[in-house]
C-alpha cells in the first residue's frame, strides 16, 4: 500500500530558483528517505532521516521532518537543468525490533527545471 | 565499493510464457534484498523482499515468485506472464536503511 503522498505532482521552474517538494504519510516510521529518479532509470538515494531528526543537509538539498504532521519536505536550491529528474519519498515504517527496511513510497513529484 | 547488476535491461514476453528476471550484487555480504515495480507515471510497489538466502517474504499477492539461492543473487520469476504484468522491475540492497538500486528490466508483455 502507498504510505507518502507528494506534492505537487509536477513542479517547473526556471534555473537557479528553489524547489520546494512536500510529502505525507499515514504511519510511525523508523526513517523518511528521499530518492530521485531520471527518465528511465534506477533510483538514486538523495538522503535519510531519522525519526528524531528534524533537518538535514547534504550539498543543495536541505530535508525537513516534523513527526507530529507526518510530513517532510525537500528543498532543492539553486535550481540546475539537470536537477530534472522525479523525486520520491519513502518511509520505513515503525517495526518495533523487526527492521526488514522495507521502503514505502509515494507517488513522486516530477521537477523539470528550465534552462 | 557495492554494485548492483540487473538483466536484462528490456524485455518483451508474450503472454502466458515465463519469467526470469536476475539482480546480484557485489561488494557487500549478507544485505536485505527487495524487488519493485513502477508502472508508468507512478511510484515504486515492493513486490518481495529477503533478509538473508532462502528467506523471502510477499507485500502483493500476484503470480510473481522470489528466490534467493546465494547471499549476493535475488531471482523474480514468474511460470505464466500476464499483460499486467508490464512494467518496470527494480532490484535494491540495503545494509543499514539506505536503499540502492539497480538500473532495473523494462518488461513489455504482449
Known amino acids: 500500500s502507498q504510505q507518502g503522498e507528494e506534492d505537487p505532482q509536477a513542479l517547473s521552474i526556471q534555473e537557479g530558483e528553489n524547489a520546494t517538494m512536500n510529502c505525507s504519510y499515514k504511519?510511525?516510521?523508523?526513517?523518511l528517505q528521499w530518492y530521485r529518479q531520471n527518465s528511465g532509470r534506477g533510483l538514486v538515494h538523495l538522503i535519510l532521516?531519522?525519526?528524531?531528526?528534524r533537518e538535514k543537509h547534504s550539498g543543495r538539498l536541505r530535508v525537513t521532518l516534523d513527526t507530529s504532521k507526518k510530513s517532510s519536505s525537500l528543498l532543492i536550491t539553486a535550481s540546475r537543468a539537470a536537477d530534472t529528474a522525479s523525486y520520491f519519498c519513502?518511509?520505513?515504517?515503525?517495526?518495533?525490533?523487526?527492521?526488514?527496511?522495507?521502503?514505502?513510497f509515494g507517488q513522486g513529484t516530477t521537477l523539470q527545471v528550465k534552462p | 565499493s557495492q554494485t548492483i547488476h540487473q538483466w536484462p535491461a528490456t524485455l518483451v514476453q508474450p503472454v502466458g510464457s515465463p519469467l526470469s528476471l536476475e539482480c546480484t550484487v557485489e561488494?557487500?555480504?549478507?544485505?536485505?534484498l527487495y524487488w519493485y515495480r513502477q508502472a508508468a507515471g507512478r511510484g515504486l510497489q515492493l513486490l518481495f523482499y529477503?533478509?538473508?538466502?532462502?528467506?523471502i517474504s510477499s507485500e502483493v499477492p500476484q503470480n510473481l515468485s522470489a528466490s534467493r539461492p546465494q547471499d549476493r543473487q535475488f531471482i523474480l520469476s514468474s511460470k505464466k506472464l500476464l499483460l499486467s504484468d508490464s512494467g518496470f522491475y527494480l532490484c535494491?540492497?540495503?545494509?543499514?536503511?539506505?536503499?540502492?538500486f539497480g538500473p532495473g528490466t523494462r518488461l513489455t508483455v504482449t
Open positions: 561488494g557487500t555480504s549478507n544485505p536485505n
Open positions: 529477503s533478509v538473508g538466502i532462502g528467506q
Open positions: 519513502a518511509t520505513v515504517p515503525w517495526q518495533g525490533s523487526s527492521n526488514t527496511g522495507k521502503l514505502i
Open positions: 535494491a540492497w540495503s545494509v543499514h536503511g539506505e536503499q540502492y
Open positions: 532521516i531519522r525519526s528524531n531528526e
Open positions: 504511519t510511525s516510521i523508523n526513517n
